[in-house]
T-cell receptor
């Protein structure tokens, strides 16, 4: 069965510092990978996605992620965070290219940006 | 344009009562998904509708849970005889047909269900 592991439940970081949120997945077939952000009391918003092609994917709000097939990882990075980046971040995988589009999510990482 | 909307935003119910949660997808989206977000289980897939095809119900946790989608648009998730472990945020998402290469799901703000 496919699974997604987010290695850190909480990541505290100071404003303007770089941050990396780690995500590993398990699947023996092709996958499509996503990072979503959830601000307090809101739904999920797509940050970025990897479908194919370049392994470095750029998203909104200055975030980027790198797909590493050999390590089955899709870590999210930002070179300089802002207070407004404080939120919960979810890594998700969609398996295969069939008609079902359901996503399997990791447990989430809470990013706490401190002034 | 309008995003995915869900109602109610909050629902408090007594154990044993039935509840209905509503989702209005983005106009033109043929695929609709329900997920559940709870403290212990994270984000879990519940059910998926695509056009007139039979829904994928593989994520429904028990037969107390059911969902329907009328006219290919609005969906209702029904939980019968609610239990305290049903307390969670229920999220709805929609997208264009995933079979045609649409990958981005747009999420609603969720319905927070509290079973007392």
């Amino acid at each position: 069965a496919q699974s997604v592991t987010q290695l850190d439940s909480q990541v505290p970081v100071f404003e303007e510092a770089p941050v990396e949120l780690r995500c590993n997945y398990s699947s023996s077939v092709s996958v499509y990978l996503f990072w979503y952000v959830q601000y307090p009391n809101q739904g999920l918003q797509l940050l970025l996605k990897y479908l194919s092609g370049s392994t470095l994917v750029k998203g909104i709000n200055g975030f980027e992620a790198e797909f590493n097939k050999s390590q089955t990882s899709f870590h999210l990075r930002k070179p300089s965070v802002h207070i407004s980046d404080t939120a919960e971040y979810f890594c998700a995988v969609r398996v295969g290219s069939g008609n079902t589009g359901k996503l399997i999510f990791g447990q989430g990482t809470t990013l706490q940006v401190k002034p | 344009g309008a995003g995915v909307s869900q109602s109610p935003s909050n629902k408090v119910t007594e154990k044993g009562k039935d509840v209905e949660l509503r989702c209005d997808p983005i106009s033109g989206h043929t695929a609709l998904y329900w997920y559940r977000q709870s403290l212990g289980q994270g984000l879990e897939f519940l059910i998926y509708f695509q056009g007139n095809s039979a829904p994928d119900k593989s994520g429904l946790p028990s037969d107390r849970f059911s969902a329907e989608r009328t006219g290919g648009s609005v969906s209702t998730l029904t939980i019968q005889r609610t239990q305290q472990e049903d307390s969670a945020v229920y999220l709805c998402a929609s997208s264009f047909s995933p079979g045609q290469g649409a990958y981005e799901q747009y999420f609603g703000p969720g319905t927070r269900l509290t079973v007392t």
